[in-house]
């Protein structure tokens, strides 16, 4: 939920999300079920009988996205850089890569990696960070009350950089040496 902000945001503004999740056990699918009422979209999630390059390639020829937001590669979590390696691996593989995406993103995690790509994007979140906290809330499995606070903190320093309250950060990675077509967010 580490860009729940940010998706509340092109909710709110009438923007179609779909947000894809690879793994998941019964209760961290239920806690994702649970953010997602919270913030207003239905998570997809990866069949079990699907691997992950199949699934990479079916949802991203379905959804055709404008902008795709990932895990950094040098994520901590190593299922965060496995979903890293496998979508960067769809796209590079896919036929349609000129078309869609347009744009793509690795998101701030709360080890606050920063890729070497230069200024991340910078999105004001301030009037949907309650929104962000409350999804964040509702995976009870996890260390709530510590991921809030890192949340807070790294919103709020994030936020300083755009002179806002709150706000998410978001770098650009270069697929096959292309940057994203534009260093914004819609």
Known sequence: ?????????????????????????????????????????????????????????????????????????????????RVHRYLAAALVRSKQRRLYPKRWYLFDTYYLTSPAAGCPVLVDISVHFDCKRRAIECHASQNVSELVRMAEAIGRLRGMQRRAEYAEAFHPFPLLGRWPATRELP
């Open 1 to 81: 939920m580490w860009a729940g902000g940010t998706i509340a945001r092109w909710l709110a503004s009438g923007r179609s999300v779909v947000v894809a999740i690879d793994s998941h056990t019964t209760t961290r699918k239920e806690e994702a079920l649970a953010s997602g009422r919270v913030i207003g979209f239905d998570p997809v999630f990866r069949p079990v009988d699907v691997g992950d390059d199949d699934w990479a390639d079916e949802i991203l020829h379905k959804v055709q996205p404008q902008v795709v937001i990932t895990h950094p590669a040098d994520d901590p979590h190593t299922d965060h850089r």
